[in-house]
Structure formats: C-alpha cells, structure tokens
C-alpha cells in the first residue's frame, strides 16, 4: 500500500458516529408523552458539531490535491464547540489546524481544544470579531507555498449542513417503524442554524414509504433571550444581526446571526415554531438533567431541553398525548464540569 492510498483509507473514516435514540422516564413525564433522546454528547467532539464540521474537514481533504511540499491547514472561528471539532477531526486525520474563540472562551474550553495539538488564539468579545480577526490576520500569515487555508465556518456552509443532515437520516431509520407513528415534535437549539438547516433537509430528503409524513414533522426551534436573533428575525421579516451589548450564557449560540436559508426554512418553507428561554431556565435545564440522566451538559443544549423542564410543549403542540412521540436533540457541548454546574445552582437554580 502507498502512503498516499494509506491517507485516502484513513479519510474515508467517518469523524462522526451513530448516537443513540434513548427514551427518557423523567422528560417523558414532564411532557406528557414519549420523549426520546438523540444523545449526540456521545461524538469524540462531546457535540453534534462533529458531523458538520468532521464532514468538512473529510471531504476537504478528498476533493482537494495540494502541489508537492503543501499541506493543508484548517482554520475555524467558534464559541469553542465547533472549533473543538475541527480540531478534533483535524486530529484524525493529522492535519494542522488553528482555531481562534473569543475572550470569554473558558480556559478549560480552550486545554481542551489544544489538547488535540490545535492551535488556539483568543480575540474578541464575540465569535463574529474571532471570525473576523480569523479571516484578516491569522489566515492572511499562512505562506501559500507550503499550506493551503482551509476556512471552516461553524454553521454557514452547505457542507456542513449535509453532514448535520445525517442526524436526521439517523433518527429516521431509528424511529421508522410500521406500527409506530411518526415524531410529532423534533426539538432543537439554534445558533447560526446549521443544525437545524441539517435537520430541515435531512427531514425533507428523506424517502421510504413514509417520504411525506417526515418532510411535514415541525421542528422546535429553541434560543435563549439573548441571542434570539432566529426569534428576531422571524417577528421582523428580515435577518437581524446580533448586537455586540448582547449576553447569554449559551455563548456557543451566540453567533452574529442566522443563515438566510435558516429564515427561508422557518419562515414557511418548512413546519417550525420558534421560542425563546431565559438564561436561568438554560442553566436550570442543565443541572436537572445532570441530575435526572448522569449527563452534564452545556446551556446551548440546555436551552433546547428547557422547553420541556419548563413545560412548554402543549402551547406547541396543544393535542400532544400519552401516544405521541417527541425527539429533542442533545446537541452536548464541552464547555462545563461540576464545578460550572454548581455555579449555575448559586446563581440560578429553581426549586
């Protein structure tokens, strides 16, 4: 076997695996009906980033032939989840990779990332300046004769979206069966919206004999208050940019914006209800289902998962009974341990 043939073996390697589709007794109680679990804190990266952002790592480095003596490098701009699996997947395959998070980026997010021998910077307040200082200063000192830049966006790239689709393929085929209705509700958190553009197409290019029913099952699009610009942008007609004043404690939703496809997709194109959490009931969404599941994970996938703590699934679906099925995506997330979930309990835990 060639060295180049070994290579081209190794990237065929998914970045990403199958989760999980796991039932849970505490949500389903909450809820009123089934609610399963699409465990995606069981990827390498912690999160689902690693499909998306894997699968553009992968496919790069498949369609792309550098000249003798080049390599390629592998930049990304990320609240640090998507960064990490950049680097993660960057890792595998043994590719360079640099990854710049903003200031507020915590320490132990950004161990973690260079743990995988990525490169980490630190600039800006929000992930719009580390993208933007990404874009002009760290990608521009590349020497074009030995690496070729490689610009991954965490969420606005059909790539990735394609890999993020494959979430949706999964619970399909995990929850397609003949005597059992389909999900009446996918639930999910949105940043720049390449998860749920990834579920959106994933659900709308699926076939079988039940093609029409999966193409017409509403997601549940869920942020925090402040970085609804998804929310925002729905009530306004027009994509709304995130202002830099700004805070949530979901930093990793805290994107500059959404996709225009993101608006397109919610705005009609496809079954989708938008809602807003309060940071507190993000917080407070993580440590119940630490405590509930053994599971820790961040508020970007807390805010997802306190629509049910918080019981707002019958304003949404008004009709949801004992029967029916809900999945809700557990997107993960690295940046938290036990000492940041006992944070959230002094500043906002609810008994």
């Given at each position: 076997m060639t060295i180049k043939s070994d290579m081209e073996g190794r990237w065929l390697r998914k970045p990403y695996i199958q989760t999980p589709l796991i039932p849970s007794l505490y949500l389903s109680k909450l809820a009123g009906c089934r609610v399963l679990?699409?465990?995606?804190?069981?990827?390498?990266?912690?999160?689902?980033?690693?499909?998306?952002?894997?699968?553009l790592v992968q496919q790069t480095l498949l369609h792309t032939s550098p000249n003798p003596g080049q390599e390629l490098h592998f930049f990304s701009s990320s609240g640090g989840n998507a960064g990490y699996a950049t680097a993660v997947a960057c890792q595998q395959y043994r590719q360079k990779c640099t990854v710049c998070v903003p200031l507020r980026t915590s320490s132990r997010m950004v161990d973690r990332i260079r743990m995988t021998g990525a490169t980490v910077i630190s600039h800006g307040q929000t992930i719009g300046e580390a993208d933007k200082y990404l874009h002009t200063v760290l990608m521009t000192q590349c020497d074009t004769k030995v690496e070729i830049p490689i610009y991954c966006h965490p969420y606005n790239n059909p790539i990735v979206w394609k890999g993020?689709?494959?979430?949706?393929?999964?619970?399909i085929d995990q929850t397609d069966h003949e005597k059992e209705k389909v999900p009446s509700l996918i639930i999910c958190s949105v940043g720049g919206g390449g998860l749920y553009n990834g579920l959106v197409s994933g659900f709308l290019g699926a076939g079988g004999h039940r093609k029409k029913e999966w193409k017409e099952v509403p997601i549940l699009a869920?942020?925090?208050?402040?970085?609804?610009?998804?929310?925002?942008?729905?009530?306004?007609?027009?994509?709304?940019?995130?202002?830099?004043?700004?805070?949530?404690?979901?930093?990793?939703?805290?994107?500059?914006?959404?996709?225009?496809?993101?608006?397109?997709?919610?705005?009609?194109?496809?079954?989708t209800h938008s809602?807003?959490?309060?940071?507190?009931?993000?917080?407070?969404?993580?440590?119940?289902?630490?405590?509930?599941?053994?599971?820790l994970v961040e508020p970007a996938c807390g805010t997802a998962l306190a629509a049910i703590y918080q019981e707002r699934l019958k304003e949404i679906v008004p009709k949801l009974t004992p029967d029916d099925t809900v999945v809700v995506v557990v997107c993960g997330g690295s940046a938290v341990d036990c000492q940041t979930l006992q944070e959230y309990r002094n500043n906002y835990f609810e008994v």
């Open positions: 679990m699409k465990m995606e804190t069981c990827q390498s990266s912690g999160s689902f980033k690693s499909r998306g952002l894997g699968y993020n689709s494959t979430l949706a393929s999964e619970i869920v942020e925090t208050t402040g970085c609804a610009t998804l929310y925002k942008s729905l009530k306004a007609q027009s994509l709304i940019t995130q202002q830099a004043d700004d805070y949530t404690i979901a930093l990793s939703l805290a994107t500059p914006d959404i996709t225009p496809e993101t608006l397109e997709y919610a705005n009609g194109l496809y079954p809602i807003i959490v309060e940071d507190r009931d993000a917080a407070n969404a993580c440590i119940r289902f630490a405590e509930d599941h053994k599971v």
